[in-house]
């Protein structure tokens, strides 16, 4: 069936380094991206979206690129802080489906001093 | 705002009891979701709103029923407690599609850590 996964379970990065976190999807039909970040014990927190006519957008330290010819969805966050260490989720939306969104099964970003 | 409340915050329950998950958003959103997240894994829709008296059905509904009165409240009911249900139940709301970046996303409620036992 249509999903979305992510490539790596885990991610260690150095403090001051850049973090790339990449995600994969099916879905030929899906029109809206986003990235959520879930720290431990809360809930998932937004961080950016990207819309299916966008290949790139950037945010304060992130950036979202969207590959469409491959289905590949990718978040890049600049200077990684230890504030950072999270599980990031991507999660598409069909359209016309209801704002419904599939997740991804995250990835831990682990940041190291 | 408080945003997307959630009660209770953790609650065990012996196989064959029931229970109500409570909601409530002060956003003013029409959409709401409940999701669950089992260990180590992504978030799975159970039920959605996109109004008051409007539910149906995400991809794991089995065991669970909902109702929406209100705007503001999207209570879950768990009817007949099964060891499977064990997880962390998060509900969510969001603005209509408006094809406005940054303004359809979805906002989380802290969660509820349900053990059936």
């Known amino acids: 069936g249509e999903s979305v996964g992510l490539h790596l379970p885990t991610l260690s990065v150095q403090e001051g380094d850049n973090s790339i976190i990449n995600c994969a999807y099916s879905n030929s039909a899906s029109d809206y991206f986003i990235w959520y970040k879930q720290e431990s014990g809360k809930g998932p927190q937004f961080i950016i979206d990207?819309?299916?006519?966008?290949d790139k957008r950037q945010g304060q330290r992130v950036t979202v690129l969207l590959n469409k010819t491959v289905k590949h969805l990718s978040l890049q966050i600049a200077a990684t802080q230890p504030g950072d260490s999270a599980v990031y989720f991507c999660?598409?939306?069909?359209?016309?489906?209801?704002?419904?969104?599939?997740f991804g099964t995250g990835t831990q970003l682990k940041v190291e001093l | 705002n408080a945003g997307v409340t959630q009660t209770p915050k953790f609650r065990i329950l012996k196989i064959g009891q029931s229970m109500t998950l409570q909601c409530t958003q002060d956003m003013n959103h029409n959409y709401m979701y409940w999701y669950r997240q089992d260990p180590g894994m992504g978030l799975k829709l159970i039920y959605y709103?996109?109004?008051?008296?409007?539910?149906d059905k995400g991809e794991v509904p089995n065991g669970y029923n909902v109702s929406r009165s209100t705007t503001e409240d999207f209570p879950l009911r768990l009817e007949l407690a099964a060891p499977s249900q064990t997880s962390v139940y998060f509900c969510a709301s969001s603005f209509e599609t408006s094809g406005v970046l940054g303004t359809d996303t979805q906002y989380f409620g802290p969660g509820t850590r349900l053990t059936v036992l």
């Open positions: 999660a598409e939306n069909i359209e016309g489906g209801g704002n419904k969104l599939t």
């Open positions: 990207i819309r299916s006519n966008m």
């Open positions: 709103s996109v109004g008051a008296g409007i539910t």
